[in-house]
């Protein structure tokens, strides 16, 4: 099968791969040239716009960073529904929010083109090794369709219902991972200024009931002082923001999710917005006045 891939960065770039790895034709498009270099070199065609790549594709895939970048790509100059898309298949993995899937699913449709949402969870680690969950929303025939395309992206592959549903479903993933990072920052700070050692906290608590997956990335994250994204704490307060936006557009009350937004927002005024989301602890931690590492 032909197909396309927009957006390919940290997450991108594996997912791409592994289609390709699959046997199928890849065509890529990305802002930044350099970053498809790699999959170009392995037999992947370069497309000049997302245009070219929708030309050349059955199936399109998106992964960009923020619902403007998903919104620009399909509805700008150039972008995927500038032109003739009948009877091809477009599936967003960026985490965007229902609402603009819903707005470019309408354009789309008018023009005989399937949208889907597709957002994905399981890190870059989860994308190499195609190990990703993938929640879907939208026409169910159309993903039953591609789904031995997505079965190469990911290992849990999931159908959640009506179009917006996958991107929900991630939104809420994410402020419940990324809402345990700040607490987890503000819990070890106390108990590392109380005298316990980082490392006798993480073993305790692993042990117990406050095990959280955002606490197993301590070792080769917080506790050795490394914040190479992976991803970005950018990203990160994006995906809080639109938790939040969405809880206000349902009258939703979200009192702690307000806050965990605003500790995300100091580490990027703090300049930390290129490094891992793992670094919002360090906010914390210039607050406490400790350090949460190992020797
Ligand atoms: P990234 O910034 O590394 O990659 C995005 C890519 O899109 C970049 O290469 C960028 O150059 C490109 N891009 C931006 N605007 C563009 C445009 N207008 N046209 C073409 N290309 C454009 O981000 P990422 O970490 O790969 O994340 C991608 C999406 O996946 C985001 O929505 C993110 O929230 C989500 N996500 C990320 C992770 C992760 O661990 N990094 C995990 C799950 C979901």
């Known amino acids: 099968m032909k197909v396309g891939f927009i957006g390919v ?3 991108g770039r594996h997912m791409a791969q592994n289609v390709a790895a699959g046997g199928h034709d890849l065509t890529v ?3 930044r040239k350099e970053a498809a270099d790699e999959l170009v070199s392995g037999g992947a065609t370069w497309g000049n716009s997302p245009r070219d790549v929708v030309n050349d594709s059955e199936v399109i895939f998106t992964s960009l960073p923020r619902p403007e970048n998903v919104e620009e790509v399909s509805l700008g100059e150039g972008g995927i529904l500038n032109g003739a898309v009948s009877g091809k298949a477009f599936f967003d993995l960026s985490t965007t929010d229902p609402s603009t899937i819903v707005r470019i699913e309408a354009a789309a449709r008018e023009k005989g ?3 889907l949402d597709a957002p994905v ?3 870059t680690v989860g994308a190499e090794k195609a190990t990703l969950c993938i929640m879907v929303g939208g026409d169910k025939a159309v993903y039953e369709k591609y789904k031995p395309v997505l079965d190469l992206i990911g290992s849990e592959v999931m159908y959640c219902g009506g179009l917006g549903s996958g991107a929900v479903c991630k939104i809420i993933n994410n402020l419940i991972g990324l809402s345990a990072g700040v607490i987890l920052s503000e819990a070890f700070s106390v108990g590392v200024k109380w005298g316990v050692d980082p490392q006798t906290l993480f073993d305790a608590v692993s042990k117990s009931s406050g095990n959280t997956t955002a606490m197993r990335g301590f070792p080769d ?11 970005q704490l950018d990203l990160a307060a994006k995906d809080v923001g639109l938790a939040t936006e969405l809880g206000r557009s349902l009258r ?3 009192e ?3 806050i965990v937004q605003q500790r995300y927002i100091a580490g990027q005024n703090r300049g930390w917005g290129r490094l891992a989301a793992g670094a919002v602890a360090r906010v914390q931690e210039e ?4 350090e949460i590492r190992t020797s």
């Open 121 to 123: 969870s399981g890190g």
């Open 221 to 231: 994250g917080l506790f050795s002082g490394n914040f190479e994204p992976g991803f």
């Open 29 to 31: 498009f990305d802002i």
């Open 252 to 254: 939703v009350p979200m």
């Open 113 to 115: 083109m399937a949208m």
């Open 9 to 11: 960065g940290y997450m």
């Open 287 to 290: 607050r406490s006045g400790v």
């Open 256 to 258: 702690v999710s307000n």
